[in-house]
């Protein structure tokens, strides 16, 4: 299954990605904070 989601950033931005593994990405950007350079210079609003 295929899923397409929205990340909103502390400065108002809103990352959108997609992905065949939704759980793997989001552990990705929070917490091991790898990612896209666009989070690096981006971070995220904690869930």
Do not use: Q
Request: contains cysteine; aromatic residues 20%; charged residues 25%.
């Amino acid at each position: 299954m295929n899923y397409v989601y929205f990340l909103l950033c502390w400065d108002g931005k809103i990352y959108t990605g997609s992905t065949n593994n939704l759980s793997f990405e989001l552990e990705k950007y929070f917490k091991s904070g790898s990612g896209r350079a666009f989070m690096k210079k981006h971070k995220l609003v904690d869930p």
